[in-house]
């Protein structure tokens, strides 16, 4: 079931560590943001399938525009003044934190219920 995200994770990876590509220390703040939202929804999407009402379509949504939102929240308020990344850099380590611990203890109790019968 893990193998397959797995595997593209880790050719995505490998990929990413052969390609000479640099981003632009102007948008350093805006890929991280980027980057946390985008984890945050694969985290969400395993929460989801492991309770089973996992929708393929809401996923690939959250996944954007979880991404899209943050990035432009982000830019609207340093072109504003307003340092914002700090704040949504909590936010999603909170949700990050929050649907790790959730998945962990899924899985605890699913183990512990294989393991009683």
Not at 10 to 25: A, D, N, T
Not at 29 to 56: H, K
């Amino acid at each position: 079931m893990f193998l397959i995200p797995l595997i593209g994770v880790s050719i995505g990876v490998g990929i990413g560590l052969l390609l000479p590509f640099e981003i632009p220390i102007t948008y350093k703040s805006y890929t991280a943001l980027a980057i946390l939202a985008t984890v945050d929804a694969i985290f969400g999407g395993m929460r989801a399938q492991l309770e089973e009402n996992f929708i393929f379509s809401k996923f690939m949504v959250s996944f954007f525009a979880n991404a899209a939102l943050a990035v432009a929240l982000a830019y609207f308020c340093n072109v504003l003044g307003i340092d914002i990344y700090m704040g949504a850099v909590v936010a999603f380590s909170i949700r990050l934190f929050n649907n790790l611990s959730l998945i962990r203890e899924f899985l605890i109790i699913r183990y512990r219920r294989r393991g009683s019968k």
